[in-house]
């Protein structure tokens, strides 16, 4: 009898073990078999799953390759930045006074402002932590009781540096607002929104800007034509230095208005634009130029009269990672490169001390050089590589750091906000998913955190290069497919 019952006790335990065995294989097989299509013959899939309770990789392919790694950049970016530095941390900009300002409030030189990447001047943004900045400038210039300037706005830019532009960008990204200028004065994040509305049959179209400014220049060969006239769409195009922007195309009569959102150059040039504007309307008169220094300067005579602070690094940072937003990421890159920058060192940019600072505070984690490679802090260089096991690796860090929960409620959640607030609104597990999201040509990354039907905390990456939609599919809603199907492991 004991024998049968044994026998009956190894029988089930084995036949357990094999349904076991054989679902998750079947889980595997599924995931393996939506890679394998043939739709993505000439696509590169990076992908990992782990269980960070058990620290078991669940299913991982091509994990260590380097690859274009989009937005997702952003979260190597976020986390070195809340590490190295308070989340309470701000981002100053001075008000400086290069002269002397007699009882009739004349300033006998320049006035200076000295910028330190602050991407959050003019924005409309709604920051829990922070007043208008111009609001502030324009005080503690009445404060200062300056009712006129003889000599020279300064926009200064030393504090910080690199290229405008970026590294490793492409043209086509220059004039778009995702790809704005990085400066260390920065006025409405560097963009104006243009919008163009049909006006009379066979006549120009109307161009309404925002906000109301002579900094750009427009050229508009585009016309209002009639309903059933054959029309082509309406291009803009600015070449990266320059102020003027033509307008081309046809828009039919008594249609919408169409919208468009367009980076503008030099932002230092456009910040001392907005403040010349600005102190016109307090009838300050400004007699002298407006110049932008990119080298300190000191002279004698010279007095701060005020420091105009940032949101929080925690505030930017989230604006940063739900809304995927460039230009703060590669700010908020170049003030912690300055930050930690070596004493006694010049000749290299913030941006360069940001690639070299994050590159060994990423190798301290665990991220072999091998997986990565760093060029900005937003993820738009097209020469930032990065493997899914170099996420996951980060990801999992960061269960048991002290910013744990800030860093998870910084990221997008599905159906809620930022770039996730339109994705998984069907995925049963959406509620417990944060990740962060990536997209260029060709490019779509998902990395993040969610839990499995039992409830196990589970880190993932994937990342997806060189696709082509031959499906109809975009490489987002197969990133998304993927997720959701990584969504349904069970240990069951």
């Known amino acids: 009898m004991y024998r049968s019952v044994w026998l009956l006790t190894l029988f089930l335990l084995v036949d357990h073990c094999l349904v076991r065995t054989w679902a998750e294989g079947d889980w595997a097989h599924q995931v393996r078999e939506l890679l394998s299509a043939s739709r993505f013959s000439n696509s590169v899939w990076g992908v990992e799953l782990l269980n960070i309770n058990s620290g078991k990789v669940l299913f991982a392919t091509n994990?260590?390759?380097?690859?274009?790694?989009?937005?997702?950049?952003?979260?190597?970016?976020?986390?070195?930045?809340?590490?190295?530095?308070?989340?309470?941390?701000?981002?100053?900009?001075?008000?400086?006074?290069?002269?002397?300002?007699?009882?009739?409030?004349?300033?006998?030189?320049?006035?200076?402002?000295?910028?330190?990447?602050?991407?959050?001047?003019?924005?409309?943004?709604?920051?829990?932590?922070?007043?208008?900045?111009?609001?502030?400038?324009?005080?503690?210039?009445?404060?200062?009781?300056?009712?006129?300037?003889?000599?020279?706005?300064?926009?200064?830019?030393?504090?910080?540096?690199g290229s405008r532009w970026g590294t490793n960008r492409l043209n086509s990204d220059l004039i778009h607002a995702y790809g704005a200028e990085i400066s260390a004065l920065n006025e409405r994040e560097n963009v104006v929104t243009i919008q163009v509305h049909p006006s009379t049959l066979n006549a120009p179209t109307r161009l309404v800007v925002q906000p109301i400014s002579t900094y750009l220049i427009f050229t508009n060969r585009s016309s209002t034509v009639s309903t059933n006239h054959l029309s082509s769409p309406i291009l803009l195009d600015r070449k990266p230095t320059s102020r003027l922007v033509r307008v081309d195309g046809t828009i039919p009569i008594n249609s919408a208005p169409q919208s468009f959102q367009l980076s503008v150059p030099s932002p230092a040039e456009w910040f001392l634009h907005t403040l010349r504007k600005k102190l016109n309307e307090e009838n300050i008169v400004v007699l002298g130029s407006n110049r932008v220094d990119s080298i300190k300067e000191e002279f004698s005579g010279s007095f701060i009269t005020g420091t105009i602070s940032s949101p929080?690094?925690?505030?930017?940072?989230?604006?940063?990672?739900?809304?995927?937003?460039?230009?703060?990421?590669?700010?908020?890159?170049?003030?912690?490169?300055?930050?930690?920058?070596?004493?006694?060192?010049?000749?290299?940019?913030?941006?360069?001390?940001?690639?070299?600072?994050?590159?060994?505070?990423?190798?301290?984690?665990?991220?072999e050089r091998s997986e990565i490679l760093i060029e900005d802090g937003s993820g738009l260089s097209?020469?930032?590589?990065?493997?899914?096991?170099?996420?996951?690796?980060?990801?999992?860090?960061?269960?048991?750091?002290?910013?744990?929960?800030?860093?998870?409620?910084?990221?997008?959640?599905?159906?809620?906000?930022?770039?996730?607030?339109?994705?998984?609104?069907?995925?049963?597990?959406?509620?417990?998913?944060?990740?962060?999201?990536?997209?260029?040509?060709?490019?779509?990354?998902?990395?993040?955190?969610?839990k499995s039907r039992q409830g196990d905390p589970l880190v993932f990456s994937v990342i997806l290069n060189n696709h082509q939609p031959l499906n109809g599919k975009s490489a987002r809603e197969e990133v998304d497919d993927l997720v959701e199907l990584l969504g349904t492991w069970s240990p069951e």
């Open 382 to 450: 097209r020469g930032n590589r990065a493997s899914a096991h170099a996420f996951v690796t980060l990801l999992r860090w960061s269960n048991g750091w002290r910013h744990r929960e800030l860093f998870q409620s910084l990221l997008p959640a599905p159906g809620v906000d930022g770039t996730l607030k339109n994705r998984f609104k069907t995925f049963p597990m959406r509620h417990t998913l944060r990740a962060k999201t990536g997209s260029l040509n060709g490019v779509a990354s998902l990395s993040g955190f969610m």
């Open 63 to 161: 994990e260590h390759a380097q690859l274009k790694p989009a937005s997702n950049q952003k979260l190597f970016c976020a986390a070195w930045a809340l590490d190295q530095l308070d989340p309470k941390s701000r981002i100053s900009t001075l008000l400086r006074v290069d002269g002397s300002i007699d009882h009739q409030g004349i300033l006998h030189g320049d006035l200076r402002v000295i910028g330190g990447g602050d991407p959050t001047w003019g924005s409309d943004r709604d920051f829990t932590d922070a007043t208008n900045q111009w609001t502030r400038l324009l005080g503690l210039i009445r404060a200062a009781n300056i009712k006129k300037i003889t000599g020279r706005l300064i926009g200064d830019i030393s504090r910080t540096s």
């Open 312 to 367: 929080s690094l925690s505030e930017l940072t989230r604006v940063m990672l739900k809304e995927s937003q460039n230009l703060y990421a590669e700010c908020i890159f170049r003030f912690v490169g300055e930050s930690l920058r070596d004493p006694l060192t010049t000749g290299s940019t913030s941006e360069h001390w940001a690639t070299l600072k994050m590159t060994d505070w990423l190798g301290q984690r665990g991220i």
